[in-house]
């Protein structure tokens, strides 16, 4: 049988400022991210979030990103891998402690926006991402772009990985995504985005933009559940995965 995670970015609000639709969309993912206060999020929230992910049954994992609020970590930053390890060690400790005060297991860690991006193709980056996992929670999952710069840390460590695809982003012929500021970046058409899913967990494969067929690995989907048609969207999603015989559960029961 064809097993697969689900995963959201979540716990993004900040302080009198709601984003997403965190309640709506967790009873339908497997896995959640949760935002560590740097690109969003803030205490109230991150504890908040673990809670509700908790009552789930969610796999729960850190989301650290850049210290970059007004560009909700989206922004490419000029940092060293000294850097970004000390970063990604900081926020992963402070989602440690909520997650441990809930008596929650955290399952997982997955950057956020352009430290994942950057990551996904920088060597030196991803190398300082894996390490920080390794020396701070070696049983953790690292999940990564699949096919990725991180994917490839995380094993030469010696971490367990997942590999991430995404249900609405285009895909460049190097198996990375297209940028957003690209036109096409994001696929608007939710039966071609569905369809797409579907080949990518049952074939391991998708077609880039340019055409090509590109090999790829699907152990967790990343969805967005930003507005009423995203959440309706991760509904199709899964009764669609279900209905052709793939499992959906947590990266915990995936990646050994």
């Not at 880039?208 to 991760?234: K, Q, R």
Request: a negative charge.
């Amino acid at each position: 049988m064809f097993k697969v995670d689900l995963n959201s970015d979540l716990g993004e609000s900040f302080g009198s400022y709601t984003i997403g639709m965190d309640s709506s969309i967790i009873p339908f993912v497997s896995s959640v991210n949760i935002a560590c206060g740097w690109h969003a999020g803030d205490p109230l929230v991150m504890a908040e979030t673990v809670k509700s992910a908790m009552k789930s049954g969610a796999g729960i994992g850190a989301h650290p990103g850049y210290p970059d609020l007004m560009g909700f970590g989206r922004r490419n930053l000029a940092v060293t891998p000294a850097e970004v390890k000390a970063y990604t060690l900081y926020q992963l400790g402070a989602l440690t402690a909520f997650v441990k005060a809930a008596n929650g297991t955290l399952q997982h860690l997955k950057p956020h926006g352009a430290m994942y991006n950057m990551a996904a193709t920088d060597a030196k980056l991803a190398q300082a991402i894996a390490e920080a996992v390794y020396e701070a929670s070696p049983d953790l999952i690292l999940l990564g772009l699949a096919n990725s710069e991180m994917v490839k840390a995380g094993k030469r460590v010696g971490i367990r990985v997942a590999q991430e695809v995404f249900a609405d982003r285009a895909y460049q012929a190097n198996g990375t995504l297209v940028p957003r500021s690209q036109p096409g970046a994001v696929l608007h058409d939710a039966e071609e985005a569905i369809a797409r899913v579907v080949r990518m967990v049952k074939k391991g494969e998708v077609v880039a933009i340019t055409g090509e067929t590109v090999e790829i690995s699907a152990d967790s989907i990343c969805v967005h559940g930003d507005n009423p048609e995203a959440v309706e969207f991760v509904k199709r999603i899964r009764t669609t995965l279900e209905d052709e015989g793939v499992m959906v559960t947590a990266l915990r029961n995936l990646i050994t």
